[in-house]
């Protein structure tokens, strides 16, 4: 019997397995025709304690066109965790139901403990501030695709490094390929996390923090722009305070490298204005397109089907 897998964080996969998703991901997009069954008579769970548009819905795609079927719930409050039920006991019942679940939850390490609990693989559609490990691998097919490799690259992280939980998963992905370096951008208050720094600085990667989008853009060559992580925050003045930090406007990319691409994980609220969509540097639409590529090949790996 081959070994349960989870997807819990990024480095649960190797740099050889996310090469290997982004090479069936490519195939999908080439080929749909030959995956349009091959999940036949499976299920997947969509167990979503937290609200989500592109995650579920992407997951929910993915597995449609595998020929495959979906379950599961879209909140806490319709499922009988509303009743107190805990996480564990409801990943048994899913995993009697399902052959494999995502799952997306607002406490760090929830996914974690599910995937104890689990007797099919659990993916971690998101845990709180802590990690979103299939954005991440969206992330990485966007920059593939649109830069044609994954090393020898400039990125600014920009937003609310403190509490994104994309950016925490990025980081931890990217600094296991050749020559890249970050820019920080951020307000001081959503400074990323020392232990992402810690982790940072003892691979030797090279990264610096500024406090203005117009002194890294020349630098550049991926802007990964994010949103102030609203839920996460305890009162709700420093959030109103802080939530307009950073707004990229289209004049700000006349500085931009041609090809510069400009990612966000989505939902944006206010963070990029509408005129940027229209410039051919805007890859985020794009980069939620390869969400359910990327998340096909993924249930694909995580069953153990070809
Ligand atoms: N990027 C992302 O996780 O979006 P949703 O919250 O809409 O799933």
Redesign the pocket.
Known sequence: MSELRHLINITDLSVEEIAHLIDVADDIIEHPEAYQDICAHKKLATLFF?????????FTAAMMELGGNVLGFDQAASSSTAKGESVSDTIIMASCYADIIAM?HPKEGAPFVAAKHSSVPVIN??DGGHF?PT?TL?DLMTIHRKRGELGNLTIGLCGDLKFGR?VHSLIEAMIRYDNVRFIMISPEELDLPSYNKETLDAKGIEWKEVRSLEEAMPELDVLYMTRVQKERFFNEEDYIRLKDSFILRRNMLETAKEDMIVMH???RVNEISLDVDEDPRAAYFFQ?LM?KYIRMALILFMLGIR
């Open positions: 937290e609200p989500s548009t592109r995650t579920r819905l992407s997306r559609a998101g979103h954005q969206t994309t994980p989505l939902p939620a969400g």
